[in-house]
């Protein structure tokens, strides 16, 4: 992948990535533009993987699984990774449009500091929560899997390997976006815990991640939906003061 430069990529990204075919989608990530990038092909391999995960939800509805519960719970799941794809296609859009924002604080030398802090963690927010929804989500798919259709678990499995990907992907361009040393060593346990879950399904019929890892990443998932990105937002902006 080209590296970004300031001076020379600008801002063409035609359209919604939403709205774009898949093989429009891989033409214009291959082309020489700024978006989209590596936070949307991030983005958009994670909401990949929630559908394979949701696939796998859909198929565990026979009568056995209606019988002991995981019908239900698969359906829920399934809502859950759905409402998730969705979510990551809109998360692929606002990075083109963080960085476009992003590339006016390089030659706009009449921004305001609060106005360029703003969107500065804007920028941060988007790849951030690509990592920590996807970190949820691969956890959540892990915990389903064992009582997944076992002709299906396998799909299960690709979609906690696609997110886990993505969540490394996403983490890359964090990085670009010089987040604080503490903000990096909480992403980065929140990739390790997704690579114990990873590596908990290779080579295994079935998959049996850590129960202690599980409700590390329960406890994590619960404090996101409360306290959201906006909060994250919030503290960038408190940090960069």
């Known amino acids: 992948m080209c590296p970004r430069s300031k001076s020379t990529r600008k801002n063409t990204m035609p359209g919604s990535l939403r709205d774009s075919s898949l093989q429009g989608l891989v033409s214009a990530l291959a082309e020489k533009q700024p978006t989209p990038g590596g936070g949307a092909a991030a983005a958009i391999a994670a909401a990949i993987g929630d559908a394979a995960g ?61 106005a360029k802090a703003q ?9 951030t929560g690509v990592v920590e929804r996807c970190h949820e989500k691969a956890a959540s798919i892990a915990a389903f899997a064992p009582s997944c259709n076992p002709n299906i678990v396998s799909d299960a499995k690709v979609g906690v390997h696609l997110l886990a990907g993505a969540a490394r992907a996403a983490y890359q361009t964090v990085l670009v976006n010089s987040p604080p040393d503490a903000e990096k060593a909480r992403l980065r346990q929140l990739l390790s815990e997704l690579d114990a879950l990873d590596a908990s399904l290779l080579g295994s019929p079935s998959v049996r991640a850590p129960s202690k890892l599980l409700a590390r990443i329960d406890v994590r998932a619960k404090m996101l939906a409360a306290f959201g990105l906006g909060g994250l937002v919030g503290i960038m902006l408190m940090r960069s003061k």
């Open 119 to 127: 969107i500065e963690a804007s920028a941060l927010a988007v790849p």
């Open 54 to 114: 949701a696939m796998a939800c859909a198929y565990t509805q026979r009568k056995k699984d209606k019988e002991s519960g995981a019908a239900a719970k698969a359906l829920v799941l399934r809502s859950a990774l759905c409402d998730a794809a969705a979510r990551e296609l809109v998360a692929a859009d606002e990075d083109a449009e963080a960085y476009a924002a992003l590339q006016t604080t390089w030659t706009d030398k009449t921004l305001p500091a609060q």
